[in-house]
């Protein structure tokens, strides 16, 4: 059964620290992607990571990816109230042209003051 | 933003009705999804296209059929709604996956099984 996990599932940090985000995916991939969610809203699409060993930042945030370990991380670093949201990773593991997903669950992060 | 419009964007029904969500692209992208939203699910695919009148199911196709006529427009079909169907339906576009960019999505449509 293809999975894709995340850890943690909620995520309440206060401002100016750092944290990360985990996800992990049970079959081969060769992208991975990361969106955050507002609520109410839709999904904004923040990195493509498309390749093993790719490392995307923007701003505060910062995802990379290891195919070998099946593994992408989303790294915050000093954390602001701004940031607050659910944040999925997700993963096409089916090749071909299609660019279907897999999502994981989210990680609902709230940044206290 | 990417042009996508979902409508209606909420919707409450009672179960055994025939519902129609559509969503409707200016980006003139080939392919377009459907996906449903949970607490604790994340987002799933309900169905998808690859070009009009082409379309294949996604994980959670059951109880769900999708129309494409047009490159603009792809429209989800619950042909007998039940209470399980309540959700947030989302709407993606996206390019191909050699273009190597991400899916985008509309504003989702809330939709209540009463």
């Known amino acids: 059964e293809l999975k894709v996990e995340q850890n943690p599932l909620f995520l309440s940090m206060q401002e100016g620290k750092n944290y990360t985000i985990y996800c992990n995916y049970s079959t081969t991939s060769d992208r991975l992607y990361w969106y955050r969610q507002d609520p109410g809203k839709s999904l904004e699409s923040l990195f493509v990571l498309l390749s093993n060993g790719a490392v995307k930042q923007e701003g505060r945030l910062m995802a990379s990816l290891d195919t070998k370990a099946r593994l992408s991380t989303l790294h915050i670093t000093a954390a602001v109230h701004d940031l607050s949201a659910t944040y999925f990773c997700?993963?096409?593991?089916?090749?071909?042209?299609?660019?279907?997903?897999?999502f994981g669950t989210g990680t609902l992060l709230a940044v206290q003051p | 933003d990417a042009g996508i419009t979902q409508s209606p964007r909420h919707k409450v029904t009672e179960t055994g009705t025939p519902v129609t969500l559509r969503c409707h692209q200016t980006e003139n992208h080939r392919y377009m999804y459907w996906y449903r939203q949970d607490p604790g699910h994340g987002l799933r695919l309900i169905h998808y296209?690859?070009?009009?009148?082409?379309?294949d199911k996604g994980e959670v196709s059951d109880g769900y059929s999708v129309s494409r006529s047009k490159t603009e427009d792809f429209l989800l079909t619950l042909e007998s709604a039940t209470s399980s169907q309540t959700s947030v339906y989302f709407c993606?576009?996206?390019?191909?996956?050699?273009?190597?960019?991400?899916?985008?999505f509309g504003d989702g449509t809330r939709l209540s099984i009463l």
């Open positions: 997700a993963v096409d593991p089916y090749g071909g042209a299609t660019n279907k997903l897999i």
């Open positions: 993606a576009i996206s390019e191909s996956r050699e273009s190597n960019q991400p899916q985008h």
């Open positions: 296209s690859y070009g009009v009148k082409d379309t």
